[in-house]
């Protein structure tokens, strides 16, 4: 287990626009007083399984049998990114089958076959979803919608979280479409009396185009099913920042990560490879890289340090598809700025990791030349690596 490590000296970063410190996350301040486990910082929504590897007990048992949800969140737990949870054997979901199947000795096909599906059933003790309470200490945040204008940006203290529905998405690795779906009428499903699905209009992170609050779906302690994400356990003093370990738990990640040698990214794959000083694959996360504008810089590099929940220069000159004649802005940090939570800083200049405000997109669209994972898999990261661990990127 080791301390993430904070580079001293983070530069004005040009090509991604990002220039800036570490900063503690509002919404993540809630998340300290979390669990009654004086050997665990995450917060009293976070995994409690049996580790004796016992099938773990459900007071509500899902009316649902979810297989590829399950799968999912098995390979999220085990460092094989399947980006947004939602029970679909979508691209990302494909590659983290790959990287599993790749770490396992196993033919790598991307699929659910059933040579792989024999490998996961050593964890079939674990469920697809589990039943969370929302925790009363989350009535303290305040959520105000993000406006499209930087300008407007500019003048907030954060760039928090729109509505408490999208912090319980992110919080659980995935939509608010899919937490509807969990919960039909307002309730878990295999509840007395779940009814239909919710309309999606009725939900704010469904569509904040408008930048005007609109009436959540969910609300503090309301009783909800969610993805069963683990491996999101935090030791006290294993994290030195203490705003930075807060963030932890509001994403569901755990302090406990494996080691980086060196980390790979693919520009044909769109993945981020993990691998320790054995050479064995220990993580893959699928990925956003460069675009025709701002190609990916395809070479050796190494990390320099890390920055958690930094702020964001905003600089038109610097994107191709931004007029010049915008003014320069100072963006304050949140996870729905434009870096997200976390900047990982490499010694190719003006270049890094970082997170995204819209973890749906990875993979589908392109970035201004950094590599973007969501918030969630690039906190992982960020607690793999340490100043000196290699990078390649291929084609």
Same mark, same amino acid.
């Given at each position: ?28 301040? /809630? ?11 995450? &917060? ?13 007990? &459900? ?67 674990? *469920? ?61 499903? =295999? ?18 185009? *408008?930048?005007? #609050? ?5 609300? /503090? ?22 705003? @930075? ?16 040698? $060196? ?9 981020? %490879? ?15 890289? =460069? ?9 050796? @590099? ?7 929940? #930094? #702020? ?7 994107? @191709? ?6 003014? %320069?802005?100072?963006?304050? #940090? ?41 918030? @969630?898999?690039?906190? $992982? ?15």
């Amino acid at each position: 287990m080791r301390k993430v490590i904070m580079s001293a000296s983070l530069l004005a970063l040009a090509a991604c626009g990002f220039n800036g410190t570490d900063s503690n996350s509002q919404e993540a301040e /809630v998340e300290t007083a979390a669990t009654n486990d004086t050997d665990n910082l995450a &917060d009293e929504m976070a995994s409690r399984d049996d580790a004796s590897g016992k099938e773990t007990s &459900d007071d509500m048992p899902d009316s649902t049998q979810r297989p590829v949800m399950q799968a999912q969140v098995v390979l999220d737990r085990q460092g094989f990114g399947p980006g947004v949870i939602d029970g679909k054997m979508g691209m990302s979901t494909k590659n983290a089958l790959s990287g599993f199947q790749e770490a396992s000795g196993l033919e790598v096909t991307g699929e659910l076959d059933e040579v792989t599906k024999q490998k996961l059933a050593q964890w079939d003790n674990i *469920s697809a979803t589990r039943v969370v309470t929302i925790p009363d200490s989350w009535s303290s945040v305040s959520f105000t919608p993000v406006p499209d204008n930087p300008a407007k940006q500019a003048e907030m203290d954060r760039l928090g979280y729109n509505s408490l529905d999208e912090k319980l998405a992110e919080r659980f690795h995935t939509t608010v479409e899919v937490l509807k779906s969990l919960n039909p009428g307002g309730k878990p499903a =295999g509840a007395a009396n779940a009814g239909p699905s919710p309309e999606t209009s009725s939900s704010q992170s469904a569509d904040t185009s *408008s930048n005007a #609050p609109t009436k959540a779906v969910f609300s /503090v302690g309301q009783q909800i099913r969610v993805p069963n994400i683990g491996a999101d356990r935090i030791v006290p003093g294993a994290i030195e920042n203490e705003g @930075w370990s807060k963030t932890l738990a509001s994403l569901g990640v755990g302090s406990e990560q494996p080691e980086a040698k $060196r980390i790979v990214v693919s520009k044909s794959e769109g993945t981020l %490879k993990v691998y320790d000083a054995q050479e064995k694959l220990i993580g893959l996360f699928t990925v956003t890289t =460069g675009s025709e504008n701002d190609p990916l810089p395809l070479g050796d @590099w190494k990390v320099k340090g890390v920055a958690y929940n #930094p #702020p964001f220069a905003y600089d038109p000159e610097l994107f @191709w598809d931004v007029p010049d004649d915008n003014a %320069k802005q100072q963006l304050p #940090p949140g996870p729905n700025g434009p870096v997200g939570v976390v900047w990982i800083d490499l010694s190719k200049e003006h270049y890094g990791i970082h997170g995204t405000p819209e973890p749906q997109t990875i993979g589908r669209t392109q970035s201004h030349g950094c590599v973007r994972l969501t918030n @969630w898999d690039a906190a $992982r990261v960020a607690g793999m690596v340490s100043p000196g661990t290699t990078v390649l990127f291929e084609a």
